[in-house]
């Protein structure tokens, strides 16, 4: 049986991705680490890992039904976390809004009997991957604002040159 690997997120205008990029690139500077490619950068809402094709109509169904409203997001703090590696960028004050979504989300690939992931979700973008352990305070980053108006479902292939994502479907948040 045919399969994707498919994650939900939030995917920033190119203008955001060319500030998150920068903040990436001074985060690295500091702590080295590798810079995810600017069209790769984003949130995830939740990763629903090797998918059936069987199930991704009744999947779009059920995200259609998705009910929250837009949100403005402040990008405000960068940090790293040393075990995964991961160097990443934050609102330290996530609207209620997001909670909602990925409550809301969450509830919908329960029903059809997806995975969820039980760990808690901390919102943020990855801004590098394979960075060492940061050694003394960062530097405080410009903040990002981030008007949210969708949210998508991705499909994602691995390659040697990193993953590829390829936007299957995405969805309005309430104006
Ligand atoms: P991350 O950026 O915080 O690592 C697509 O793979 C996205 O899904 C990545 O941005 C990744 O988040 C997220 N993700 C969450 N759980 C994952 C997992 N088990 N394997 C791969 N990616 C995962």
Redesign the pocket.
């Known amino acids: 049986m045919a399969t994707q ?1 498919l ?1 939900l ?1 939030l995917f920033p205008s190119h203008t955001i991705q060319r500030r998150l990029a920068e903040a990436g690139r001074a985060l690295q500077a500091h702590v080295g680490g590798r810079c ?1 490619a600017t069209p790769l950068l ?1 949130l ?1 809402l939740a ?1 629903l ?1 090797d998918t059936s094709d069987d199930i991704v109509p009744a999947l779009c169904d059920r995200l259609a039904a998705v009910s929250c409203a837009s949100f403005d997001l402040t990008l405000d703090q960068v940090g790293v976390w040393p075990q ?1 590696g ?1 160097g ?1 960028m934050q609102p330290t004050q996530p609207p209620a809004a997001l909670w909602q979504l990925h409550r809301s989300i969450q509830q919908q690939l329960q029903a059809l009997g997806l995975p969820v ?1 039980q760990r808690a979700f901390k919102p ?3 801004l590098l ?1 394979k960075a060492p352990p940061s050694r003394g305070p960062l530097p405080p980053c410009p903040a990002i604002d981030w008007p949210v108006t969708t949210f998508q479902l ?1 499909a ?1 292939t691995l390659t040697t040159n990193g ?1 590829q994502y390829r936007p299957l479907a995405s969805w309005p948040l309430a104006s």
Request: aromatic share 16%; net charge positive.
């Open positions: 690997r994650f997120a995810v984003h995830t990763f890992g995964a991961i990443w992931e943020h973008i990855t991957r991705i994602s993953p």
